[in-house]
């Protein structure tokens, strides 16, 4: 007999409900469509919008329930260390309170100490952390334009309602489910929804059927989908948990993939708990055979569980990746994905946009001259034309043609125009065209784009006041003043125009043809002072800037050798897309600029960098950025950016200052570097607890090496002792290169390390055996005790020595937090063994004259590590 899942079962009905309105809406009329609404061609009214968004709430997706505190709070509670740790507190509870005759709560209430210090310490953190992204967010917003009361205003996409009418240009993201009503080359990636990569055309006009499948509905836009190019404007129908892709959102929000960080800590914890189950049945089994006392083997057994359960993993792994949040957000970064930290100290390539990461993004006009090079006002006036009557994204080339137009006095020259229409730019041409008519019934076309782009679609060329055929020396002469002034470094575009237009009311790129080629503009977009200071230190730190632009060989080059990225080896988009992945694969060893690039190719390189073992960041802000965002192994965007960036990213820049890169990358590896010493602590240190263990069931007949009050007791200080790591500094020379997580390195230093800690170990258990004689029951209790500070302060004081590569106290110094947590829990140690003041715990003070004894075993603990650390750094070149 099958069972429904009535939870699917109401996301599907959810989800048809949806698809049926959104139909209705589709296929009715537009004036039925304006009357369900309660809209009009001039928007809703500011009031009716307010009543709206009371009644219907915000318009953000929420799927399933928020997690408030006290769900995170839960999430730091339950983890597969601390699982381990309630199932060894409930058999302790049946043994010790439930089956004794006298109940002893003491190893209960330490284990359930052990997991809310550690639960404790992570949900902190890790509330610190999100209060400083959530201060920073308030800072970014994604907005969008709507039509309220018959005036365009810019709102926060989370206040749209049902009945809004957008206004919606390449970059924008779609701020719910729409209905065009007005849409002109409008090409929408909806991959979200779909799957598929390409761009999708939208119209105005039904051109669909009722049969067909609703995402391939050509009047309708879905929420989760972004413009890539064209201009439209657009009803909203529905919004936040309303919308297609808000019914879907249960089933789309499932686990993501895991990366690298933590498929790393994933790995690490396995191994350490593998080799805990299966090691501790074996103590059990050894106990019993040496000892004959059932319930006092499990019960230790049990405890050495607890012993060797690294439960502060998970504190330690919130706690520095918060930190390493926290410490960002200084910076004025807001660390989207806390994991990226990690993963930006890992990249070891980062590719980035030029215009407005490597440059000041403040581009300024020089130029606008004919196809001599010589300054000519027409230019100018006609791209001007061109930049204020499109109606799709101005970018700053607009902005900067349309300062320098007014700064001349050209705006007169628009009241003798009128907009007939445009043909809105898009990265295959490159080119973005307007159709004007002037008062006198007369029409032109002019166009402005790339110049490569523009010639292609030029047949003539005014030259001397003629207008003659675009060939031969002529158009070498055109090309060769493009040329001259690219290498001076200038932003060239061209400038054309035809008056051989059609008497129609809409155009398409088949209109841009036989143009007369008039000149060119020229802009100059200077490098950014922090850049080459920037990418010197990012060297310095073994990251490789590769530099993806959209921009043409000349600038590119140019602006490359101004901030250090070599142009010895320079490739085009066009030998990009000749290449085969082989070729791909070797040309990206050798070449660090690539030009003239469209989205997918940025997205090609990034992937084949990838394939090639390198971990990839990438930065940039523009619209050709988001595919090459996404497929980064970690994305970095800026406030300024389009929205769709701005969404793709891992990580947002609030300030646009490159050191920042270098400070992420060092952050990244400190945090990495502070996981590393815990993780390297643990492994080695259980495992060298185990040897010792094993030694002492076999060979200490009388008594157990330690009670299990003491191992948890111990296992707490430690703990604690352990909680500065996160703030620890890390050595310089780590810094320098990426780090990767490598579990052969992990396992291979805990195979190594530990049975070094368990020779001091059994030199202690000989020491008490024979030179103080606590071998017979009478004196289990001094030797137990004896075991235990000395096991207490050497795993103290291996924490100073495993946490730098070089010799501690003299050569590198831990950091303040990490002292004081491990002296204060040292000198608490140090006083519970030696007063007797914990006696309720088994304890007795010990003779003073142990302690030159543990001193000397100590000292010669420490030499023996740092010679250890000597041969191991030289033989596999690494230490952490």
Known sequence: MKFRNKKNDAVALKQNACEALLREYAFCREDTLLDLLGSTRRGVSVNLAEEKLEDIGPNIIVAGHQVGPFGRLLKALINPFNLVLFLIAAITFVTDVIIQPSSDYTTCAIILALILVSSAVAFIQGERSNAAAAKLSDMITNKADVWRDGKLVEIPIDEIVPGDLVKLSAGDMIPGDVRFLSAKDAFVAQAALTGESAPVEKFSEVRSSAAETLTDVCNIGFMGSNMVSGSAEAMVLTTGNDTYFGSMAKTLSGDKAKNSFERGVDAVSKLLLRFMMVMVPVIFVVNIVTKGELMDSLLFAVTMAVGLTPEMLPMIMTSTLAKGAVSMSKHKVIVKTLSAIQTFGEMDILCTDKTGTLTEDKIVLEKYMDVHGKDDMRILRHAYLNSYYQTGLKNLIDLAIINRARENDLEQILDRYGRIDEIPFDFTRRRMSVVLESKDGKRQLITKGAVDEVLAICKY??????????????????????????????????????????????????DESDMVLLGFVGFLDPPKESAKIAIAALQGHGVRTVVLTGDSEGVAVKVCKKVGVATEHILSGKDVE???????????????????????????????????????????????????????????????????????????????????????????????????????????????????????????????????????????????????????????????????????????????????????????????????????????????????????????????????????????????????????????????AFTGIAATLDFVALPLLFAPWMALLLVGYCAAVQLFKFFYVRRFKEWL
């Open 461 to 510: 060329v005014e030259y001397g006041g003629d207008i003659l055929p675009l060939q031969g020396e002529l158009l070498q002469e055109a090309r060769r003043v493009y040329e001259e002034n690219n290498r001076d470094g200038l932003r060239v575009i061209a400038v054309a125009q035809k008056n051989d237009v059609a008497d129609a009311t809409t155009f398409g790129v088949a």
């Open 578 to 832: 000749a290449m085969s992945d082989e070729q791909l694969a070797e040309a990206i060893q050798r070449c660090d600029l690539f030009s003239k690039l469209s989205p997918s190719q940025k997205q090609r390189l990034v992937e084949a960098l990838q394939k090639a073992g390198h971990t990839v960041g990438y930065m940039g802000d523009g619209i050709n950025d988001a595919p090459a965002l996404r497929q980064a192994d970690v994305g970095i965007s800026v406030d300024s950016g389009v929205d769709i960036a701005k969404e793709t990213a891992d990580l947002i820049l609030l300030q646009k200052d490159l050191m920042v890169l270098e400070e992420g990358v060092v952050e990244g590896r400190r945090t990495f570097g502070n996981i590393m010493k815990y993780i390297k602590m643990a492994a080695s240190g259980n495992f060298g607890n185990m040897i010792s263990v094993m030694f002492a069931s076999l060979f200490i007949r009388p008594f157990l090496p330690m009670m299990p009050v003491h191992i948890l007791v111990q296992n707490l200080l430690c703990d604690f002792s352990q909680i500065g790591i996160p703030f620890d500094r890390v050595d310089r020379a780590y810094l320098e290169q990426p780090r990767r997580w490598e579990t052969k390195s992990i396992r291979r230093f805990m195979l190594l390390m530990g049975p070094l800690s368990s020779i001091f170990d059994v030199a202690c258990y000989a020491v008490l055996w024979w030179a103080f004689g606590f071998r017979s029951a009478e004196y289990s209790t001094f030797f137990q005790t004896g075991w235990f500070i000395f096991g207490t302060l050497s795993q103290i004081v291996v924490v100073h020595m495993i946490r730098t590569q070089r010799i501690p106290l003299l050569q590198s110094r831990a950091s303040l937090p990490l002292t004081l947590s491990t002296l204060g829990v040292g000198i608490l140690a140090v006083v519970a």
